[in-house]
């Protein structure tokens, strides 16, 4: 999947990514207006929008209409019943290291005043206190 910064971020730093680390599974939904959804989950954005297959809607009262593809915006996402069966720590720790490491620019540049000081001023801290 492609994501943008601000999808990326979320799935790591929310709770977007547990919901990414359920595709392909069947998964109990509840909604915001006491509705229910259960079904595939085909795809998650990096907004938490939930794209779901083989779907049955069961409404307030309780009846059951099946349907194709329904489609979740995130706000109306009340609780993501997660099965017992996944532990979600370890899917959660597999999915972002699947995302890759961020990329950062490594500049060369030479340490200031400043920084050369707090660097031997931490050094002689841990000499005092016999950590080096």
Same mark, same amino acid.
């Given at each position: $999947?492609?994501? #943008? &910064?601000?999808? &990326? ?10 919901? @990414?680390?359920?595709?392909? *599974?069947?998964?109990?939904? #509840? ?9 595939? /989950?085909?795809n998650v954005d990096g907004h $938490? ?6 779907? =049955?809607? /069961? #409404?307030?009262?309780? %009846?059951?209409?099946?349907? #194709?593809?329904?489609? /979740?915006?995130?706000?109306?996402? *009340? ?7 996944i532990n979600m720590t370890a899917?959660?720790?597999? *999915?972002? %290291? ?6 950062? /620019? =490594? +500049?060369? &540049?030479?340490? +200031?005043?400043?920084? %050369?000081?707090? &660097?031997?001023? @931490?050094? @002689?801290?841990?000499?005092?206190? @016999?950590?080096?």
């Amino acid at each position: $999947m492609n994501f #943008d &910064k601000k999808e &990326k971020f979320n799935s790591v730093n929310h709770l977007t990514g547990l919901a @990414q680390c359920l595709i392909n *599974r069947n998964i109990l939904i #509840d909604l915001r207006n006491e509705t229910s959804v259960a079904g595939t /989950i085909i795809n998650v954005d990096g907004h $938490m929008n939930i794209c779901m297959e083989n779907v =049955v809607y /069961i #409404d307030q009262l309780g %009846k059951q209409y099946p349907l #194709d593809n329904f489609t /979740i915006y995130s706000k109306y996402i *009340r609780y993501i019943h997660i099965p017992e069966e996944i532990n979600m720590t370890a899917a959660l720790e597999e *999915r972002i %290291k699947s995302l890759g490491q961020p990329t950062r /620019i =490594v +500049t060369n &540049k030479k340490a +200031t005043y400043k920084e %050369k000081r707090a &660097k031997m001023y @931490q050094l @002689q801290t841990l000499a005092e206190n @016999q950590m080096l």
